[in-house]
């Protein structure tokens, strides 16, 4: 069975850091992109960071650009997630996915966990 299981959220500060876990499922996580996108409370569901299969390729959403790093370990079977300078705006719920393509559209993602909380207080 495949899972995503995210952990590292929590309640911060603004200007404070943060990193995101997401534990794959093996088989998944080796064949596969990786992506974060985010859902704040009355909103869609955005784009975050995604990076390829090797780590070569990195996108990132205009929003974060700059204070958010994607990365991952694929001998943990691992992505991370690193945000710096946050700021109230990016508080959401935190979602990883896995999918075949490296992309930064949500339906491009076949596999999702089931959130971490990120809150920034000002």
């Known amino acids: 069975q495949v899972q995503l299981v995210e952990s590292g959220g929590g309640l911060v500060q603004a200007g404070d850091s943060l990193r995101l876990s997401c534990a794959a499922s093996g088989r998944i996580f080796s064949s596969g992109s990786m992506g974060w996108f985010r859902q704040a409370p009355g909103k869609e569901r955005e784009f975050v960071a995604t990076i390829s299969q090797s780590g070569g390729s990195k996108y990132y959403a205009n929003s974060v650009k700059g204070r958010f790093t994607i990365s991952r370990d694929n001998a943990k079977d691992t992505v991370y997630l690193l945000m710096n300078s946050l700021k109230p705006e990016d508080t959401a719920v935190y979602y990883c996915?896995?999918?075949?393509?490296?992309?930064?559209?949500?339906?491009?993602?076949?596999?999702w966990g089931q959130g971490t909380q990120v809150s920034v207080s000002s």
């Open positions: 996915a896995a999918g075949v393509v490296t992309s930064t559209e949500a339906h491009a993602y076949s596999y």
